[in-house]
Nanobody
Framework: QVQLVESGGGLVQAGGSLRLSCAAS????????LGWFRQAPGKEREFVAA????????SYADSVKGRFTIARDNAKNTVYLQMNSLKPEDTAVYYC????????????????????WGQGTQVTVSS
């Protein structure tokens, strides 16, 4: 069992930056992929970014590519999402997620690939 807790969300003006953190407890997930998803009001949860077990492979949704950076610190059991050049359309609840173990893809992009989810942290970008 893995517990995930997000932090770092808040209100920011367009063009600003936020850094989200997700701390894991219960079991280490250093050998697992990790992902970030987001869900805006009235919309389905969508993929944002993923990182493989070693941190050397990443994947991003087209909508955030070049603006967001995912990273992990396995010694701290923490995954980060650095969000730069934020836009109003980035407004959503952001969730971190982890699979139960190894996945076929190093950086899975599908909700079904993940088993553990955090409670979410609200990110609001004003225009």
């Amino acid at each position: 069992q893995v517990q995930l807790v997000e932090s770092g969300g808040g209100l920011v003006q367009a063009g600003g930056s936020l850094r989200l953190s997700c701390a894991a407890s219960g079991r280490t997930f250093s050998l697992y992929a990790l992902g970030w998803f987001r869900q805006a009001p009235g919309k389905e949860r969508e993929f944002v970014a993923a990182i493989n077990w070693g941190g050397g492979s990443t994947s991003y949704a087209d909508s955030v590519k070049g603006r967001f950076t995912i990273a992990r610190d396995n010694a701290k059991n923490t995954v980060y999402l650095q969000m730069n050049s934020l836009k109003p359309e980035d407004t959503a609840v952001y969730y971190c997620a982890a699979p139960r173990g190894y996945t076929y893809l190093r950086t899975p992009r599908t909700i079904a690939d993940y088993d553990y989810w955090g409670q979410g942290t609200q990110v609001t970008v004003s225009s």
